[in-house]
Structure formats: C-alpha cells, structure tokens
C-alpha cells in the first residue's frame, strides 16, 4: 500500500498565513497580484490527497493548522547577518529545516531560492527525504563574476543538481541555463514554469489614455539601491535637463517599500527633481491595478548586482498592455522581448533615452503596447505554472 505523500514547503517572506486564508474562502490574497506559491501548494497536495507544512519566514512566529495542513511563519535565525554569521545563518536553517521535516516524518521537501544553502539539502536523503530545489533566482549574477563565497557554495552544491534531488523547479530559461551550466548539462529534470495570473485581475484596466503628457512612468517593486531606484533620479536629471531644449512632461510613479524609500525621497527633493516623482509606498493588488491604469510606461531597471529571477513586474505591464524598459538582467526578457525597449544593463543614458523615444515616437509606442496584447496568454496559462510543475514532480514520487 502507498504511504501518504508528506510534503515541506519552505519558503520566502510571503504572506503564507494570509493566503492560506484566502484560499480556503476560494479567494485570492489582496497583497499579491499574481496567484500565490503557498496558494499553488495547497491546490496541489489536497488534489493529491498529500499533508502539508509550509514554513515561511517572518518577524514574528504564527502558526494555523488543520486536518491537512500546518502553516507556520517562523522567524530567522540571525535576522540581518552578515559576513560569517550570514553563512552560520543560512546553514542552521538548513539544519533547521531538516529537523522540522523530520518531525514532520516528511517524504519530500521542497525548498524556494534562499531558504538555506543548496549543499545544505544533501543531507536530506539520508533521512529518506526526497528535494525539490525551487529556484526563484538565478544562482549567480549574470553579468558579474562569481565571489569566492559563491564558487565555494556552487561547488559544494553541484551534486544535488546532478544526481541527488528528484526534480528541479526553475522560474526562468536563465536559470535552468544556469544549472546545465553548472552541472555540464548533466542533471535532474528540470520544470521551467511562470507566475501566474487570473485573466479577471487585468479585465478592467482600460488602454492608456491617448492623451499622453504627462508620460506617467511606473516603478513597482522593492526600493532599494540594486534595483535601480537611484537610477531613476538620474534618469529623470537627465530628462530635465535635456541638451536639445525640448521640454519632457513626465512622472515617476514609485510604488512599494524598502529601505532606500527614505534616501530616494531626500535626494529626489535635493535635487530639486519632486516634481517628476510620486511616492505612493506599498500597494496592494487594487492599488496596483490603478496604478497600471495610470501608467504609460513601467521601468525595470534592475542592476546587475542584483541576483534576479522573474521580475513579475514585468508579466503585470503585459497583462496591463503598457510596455516595459528593462535590460538582459531580468530574465522575464526572453519570454516577452517583443513588447520591451531593451537597453544595456546599468546605462541610465539608454534608459533615457528609451524613455524619450517613447514619448516622442507614438509610432513606436503603439508598436510596443500592440505586442503586450499577443503576448498575454502565456501569464494565464495553468499549464506553466508553477503547480502544473509541482504536481508533475510529485505525482512521479514513489513511496
């Protein structure tokens, strides 16, 4: 007789609580835009008749349970470390993880991108667990060369992708490149999938307004120094102060929270550019929804010291038909390049001038937001989901 499937899932700081609750009134979480991971992971293991034990991190522990599932947010062990104690954290909530599963008495565990180091989860199988690494993130910067700390970590981690996992989820084509890469092209299979979303969320959001000054220009996402934001104060200096004289009516719409919110805001005043900026801070998926509705344009500038994964951004200005200015460093690129202006990554004098084009060029804009529209269907499609992946690896789990 089969034994029940019992399945860890650790995760990130999402809202697993919150979306737990959603989900058994059949709703989605307000916080987020796309369909949530925790939202897929309960979908799956009660199509599967399997238990469950979401582990998500958090400030503050809280735990739900019921007949399937137990959800727990659970605080960090170290919280903000860095150096040595960044390394010591990441392997005692490995360690952590582990001791949990097998309390838990789990038969697989399925780990997203920063939960604890790779190597961490070799251990696993001596205990008769099963690993899925689900990579969110690519497993280095693209455009920088590896730290020692890295090619340390990579090496020691390489087995897990070549033999030792069941299956690897990846949330782009630049990261299952990544692990080809990495392990020589010799590896577990790997379920490339997509955020998700549903077609009702962007239904109403109308065609930007053809009365296009000012040229609203939306930034969404954590604001903080590797994900550009600083770069945006260039961007808009340069606008301003253009050579050719030509006078640009733009906005800079910033939504969302982190900790350069502050430092963005006071330079922004000092250098006498808050006219071409609006704080809105974090927003919900409402929020955001009326925000893509005002918007013309949305920005991705996403620097290359940042290890990026799927920036869903990017999928939301599709489903929302405006187009998107990004470079190579998200790799949410490929999969929609027909509706991008693509610039080199970190050249604020591309990004400016992408910006500029757009404005000028109703030709080319109407060109890119066209795109957006043919380009949709793959965000809608259950089928490259994340749990169409899930339930493929698990389904092929013999206990």
């Not at 399937?68 to 960090?76: K, M, Y």
Request: hydrophobic share 40%.
């Amino acid at each position: 007789m089969l034994k029940q499937l019992r399945v860890v899932y650790a995760i990130g700081p999402e809202g697993v609580i919150e979306a737990y609750k959603s989900w058994k009134k059949g709703e989605d979480a307000a916080s987020q835009v796309s369909m949530t991971f925790s939202g897929h992971f309960y979908d799956v293991c009660t199509a599967l008749d399997a238990k469950g034990y979401v582990i998500a991190e958090a400030a503050e522990a809280e735990v739900v349970q019921d007949e399937r599932f137990i959800i727990e947010r659970r605080p960090v062990f170290l919280g903000k470390a860095r150096g040595i104690f960044y390394h010591l954290r990441q392997i005692v909530r490995g360690l952590q993880l582990l001791v949990s599963a097998i309390k838990f008495d789990a038969n697989v565990v399925i780990a997203d991108s920063g939960t604890t180091y790779w190597f961490i989860l070799l251990l696993f199988p001596w205990f008769g667990i099963k690993v899925i690494p689900s990579l969110h993130c690519t497993l280095w910067r693209k455009y920088s060369k590896q730290t020692l700390g890295e090619k340390i970590t990579l090496k020691l981690s390489r087995s897990l992708f070549i033999s030792e996992c069941h299956s690897i989820h990846a949330v782009s084509h630049d990261i299952a490149e990544q692990i080809s890469q990495l392990t020589g092209g010799v590896h577990r299979p790997i379920h490339e999938f997509l955020p998700i979303y549903r077609r009702s969320d962007f239904a109403d959001i109308a065609p930007p307004c053809k009365e296009r000054l000012p040229l609203r220009i939306l930034f969404a996402g954590r604001v903080e120094y590797d994900k550009g934001v600083f770069d945006l104060l260039e961007i808009a200096k340069r606008i301003a102060s253009n050579s050719s004289g030509s006078k640009y009516q733009i906005v800079f719409d910033i939504c969302g929270d982190g900790t350069a919110l502050e430092s963005l805001r006071t330079e922004v005043k000092n250098k006498g550019v808050e006219d071409l900026f609006v704080f809105h801070g974090y927003c919900n998926k409402q929020q955001m929804r009326e925000m893509f509705g005002k918007s013309h344009v949305v920005i991705v500038p996403t620097r290359t010291d940042f290890i990026e994964g799927f920036n869903r951004v990017v999928a939301e200005s599709i489903l929302s038909g405006r187009p998107v200015v990004t470079s190579a460093v998200c790799p949410a690129l490929s999969y929609v390049r027909e509706a991008v202006i693509e610039v080199p990554p970190n050249d604020i004098e591309a990004y400016t001038v992408a910006l500029i084009e757009l404005y000028n060029n109703p030709t080319i804009y109407e060109e890119k937001r066209l795109a957006c529209l043919k380009l949709q269907e793959q965000f809608y499609d259950i089928k490259r989901s994340w749990a169409a992946a899930l339930e493929s690896s698990l389904s092929a789990i013999n206990i």
